[in-house]
């Protein structure tokens, strides 16, 4: 029974270490140079993909949505970044090729503390690279947050 | 109603206040029961899951067992899990089950055509455990028909390894998990697997806000069952289902799943109905670690 205690004692101790854990998720006004390097590392191949929704407008409204309900949280409303996510608006990304912002959006930054988003199928991808290639303009920065 | 399955009740409804309270968050999930793909939880974040099982059993009274999920996402590579079990079995009780912590580690980097994710799950539970999450060695229908008094009696401490493969390809998602499981008494590795396919109903988003768009509905099918153990590896003596999933990922952030499950043989359940509901909660892990370091 003693055996039992100290095995359950010690997950429930390495339980509370990864969630402190958690806060060793980037922070990015320390690793700011860092993050936005990892662009830099997409594959050739990958950069010279084109975006199949590249003017078109309702992609764009369509990737707004997607953006507020799956990358807000960690980048910020306005892609202006926060403490678990840096932002979207600087020129290293607003510069960079869409299809190497969709190679980063498929395969995460995943020892940086990003997710990979292969979950989302490739037309929603493409769909935030437009949003995100979008606010270069700042009439397409609102994202509306309410549900309906 | 026994003391341990009132404070199973009290935790969960507690913890379901959790999850109802606050957070805006990503909500993307896959429809399966059983089977694991290669996508983790997301950093920091906490998804609060409750899963129903109702099944059929020969001889016996027919049953209803349920299960609470706490999915933390420690890192984008690493997601840890806790479970409280119970079942009711009809016209005899309700009984609190068992308690499993499990744990999965992506190893690679990037993208690839097979992701694999190891996964690594230790198990407190009594023979009377239910919920069926996983099929393993020789279990079959029989196993489960004695009474709760009887089965409740017997105690395992299990470890259950699995490794995890899963593809996505144009939409689908292809996921095979392979089982591995040993009670820590002396008993033989136990062997089982996991099947599973999937795909949304729409690839493209919807420019409108809408919970009844096609793209918020993911459906597939899982197929998993037990493969004998180290002594007599093989179908002999092991039961197997096959099961069509559907998830309904509202754009409230909750997640409902429902899947209908056949037993393939004459040792599998004849029926298995599931449903489950989840909730992510955004940024539980800065509030931990705020706590811990008593600056909040």
Known sequence: MRARLVIIASLLFIQLVSFASAQNAPDTSKKKDSIYAEIGKVPDKARTTQNPFRNDPEAIVAGGILFARHCAECHGRKAEGRKRGPSLLVSDVQRAEPGAIFWILTNGVVRRGMPVWSKLPEPQRWQLVSFLKSLRNPASLPVEESAP | ?296
């Open chain 2, 1 to 296: 109603m026994p003391s341990t399955f009132t404070s199973f009740l009290a935790t969960i409804s507690l913890l379901f206040c959790l999850a109802i309270a606050p957070a805006k968050v990503q909500c993307q999930e896959n429809p399966y029961i059983v089977t694991y793909d290669h996508y983790l939880e997301e950093p920091g974040n906490l998804e609060i899951e409750y899963f129903s099982t109702f099944g059929t059993q020969r001889p016996g009274n027919n049953f209803h067992a349920f299960w609470m999920e706490f999915e933390y996402g420690a890192t984008a590579w690493w997601t840890a899990e806790l479970y409280l079990d119970g079942q009711t079995t009809f016209g005899d009780s309700t009984i609190f089950t068992g308690v499993r912590w499990e744990n999965r580690f992506r190893p690679l980097k990037y993208e690839h055509f097979i992701n694999p994710v190891i996964y690594v799950e230790y198990e407190h539970k009594s023979a009377a455990d239910k919920i069926l999450k996983e099929v393993e060695g020789h279990d079959v229908e029989s196993d489960y028909a004695p009474s709760n008094a009887i089965l409740r009696k017997e105690h395992n401490n299990e470890i259950e390894t699995k490794l995890i493969l899963s593809s996505t390809y144009r939409g689908w998602n292809f996921s095979e998990n392979i089982l591995a499981a040993k009670d820590l008494s002396n008993a033989p590795w136990e062997f089982g697997y996991a099947l599973g396919f999937s795909r949304p109903l729409a690839l493209k988003a919807s420019a409108k806000r809408c919970s009844l768009c096609p793209q918020n509905f993911i459906a597939g099918a899982e197929m998993y069952g037990g493969l004998g153990d180290r002594y007599s590896f093989g179908l002999h003596d092991t039961s197997h289902y096959l099961a069509p999933v559907l998830a309904w990922n509202l754009p409230s952030d909750w997640t409902l799943r429902i899947s209908p499950g056949f037993g393939l043989n004459d040792d599998s359940h004849r029926f298995l109905l599931r449903f489950g509901i989840s909730r992510e909660v955004s940024g539980f892990g800065s509030l931990i670690g705020n706590f811990l370091k008593g600056n909040q």
